[in-house]
């Protein structure tokens, strides 16, 4: 495994909620990013479907971290926008991300997100966010 996949784990790690909800890094470079959640039941909502807020959380995730491959680890998401398109349903979801556009202090990135069922991917919501830096002085003290 890679350093930056290895370092990305650990992050991730360090996430409560994350872990709570299983969250998986399975790719982690220079303007790339995939994270995948297994569907369990207790993140479906009363229809059955992946609810909202997982899917919403994948690509939040995802977002930031790939904003992150590109400005470095101390970003934030400043906003971001997702349409869902499908409900999801299957075995797990996975965000793939990219970096569209980099500048010194923000990058503007995209995430589809795909619900996959015995190993056949539905796109089930897309978005786009902006992954700021922030400073020392920004950072909440421990």
């Known amino acids: 495994m890679d350093e930056m996949l290895a370092m990305g784990r650990q992050v991730l790690a360090m996430q409560p909620f994350s872990v709570l909800i299983g969250a998986q890094l399975t790719a982690f470079s220079a303007g790339h990013t995939e994270l995948k959640i297994p569907i369990r039941q207790e993140l479906r909502q009363q229809h059955g479907f992946v609810h909202g807020g997982v899917i919403s959380y994948a690509a939040d995730n995802a977002l930031t971290y790939v904003g992150g491959s590109v400005l470095g680890p101390a970003v934030v998401t400043s ?3 997702i349409n869902y398109l499908r409900p999801g349903l299957g075995d797990f979801i996975v965000a793939r991300a990219s ?3 980099a500048g010194k202090n923000q990058a503007v990135c995209r995430c589809d997100i795909y619900a996959v ?3 056949k991917e ?11 830096t922030i400073g020392q002085s920004q950072k909440p003290k421990a």
Do not use: N, R
């Open 122 to 132: 539905s796109l089930c919501a897309t978005a786009q966010g902006t992954i700021s």
């Open 117 to 119: 069922s015995e190993g």
């Open 99 to 101: 970096v569209i556009y």
């Open 79 to 81: 906003e971001f926008k």
